[in-house]
């Protein structure tokens, strides 16, 4: 059975970091393109962050800079590494996988940034 399982969400003061984790098994890790998406309450689902089976990476604007998307294909394993949290990072954060049509998305891991 497919599953993308994300940990380390947790309550943040602005100016922290977190590093959150995505565990994935059931496919060829290797063959799909892995990101971070994240919805904050009554808002659409936005792309955070991209990696490709090659390593390429892309980030959303807001987050350039301050947050790195990472994959260790022999842990099966995405990672993002957020610094200088903003109360606008605050959000429901869900990892993605993707190889052509097939999509699957993990159940996501509440970060929230508040003083």
């Known amino acids: 059975q497919v599953q993308l399982v994300e940990s380390g969400g947790d309550l943040v003061q602005p100016g922290g970091s977190l590093r959150l984790s995505c565990a994935a098994s059931?496919?060829?890790?290797?063959?799909?393109?892995m990101a971070w998406f994240r919805q904050a309450p009554g808002k659409q689902r936005d792309l955070v962050a991209l990696?490709?089976?090659?390593?390429?990476?892309n980030y959303r604007d807001s987050v350039k800079g301050r947050f790195i998307i990472s994959r260790d294909n022999a842990k099966n394993t995405v990672i993002l590494e957020m610094n200088n949290l903003k109360p606008e990072d605050t959000a429901v954060y869900y990892c993605?996988?993707?190889?052509?049509?097939?999509?699957?998305w993990g159940k996501g891991t509440l970060v929230t940034v508040s003083s």
């Open positions: 993605y996988a993707q190889r052509g049509a097939e999509v699957y």
């Open positions: 990696i490709t089976t090659f390593t390429i990476t």
């Open positions: 059931g496919f060829t890790f290797g063959n799909y393109d």
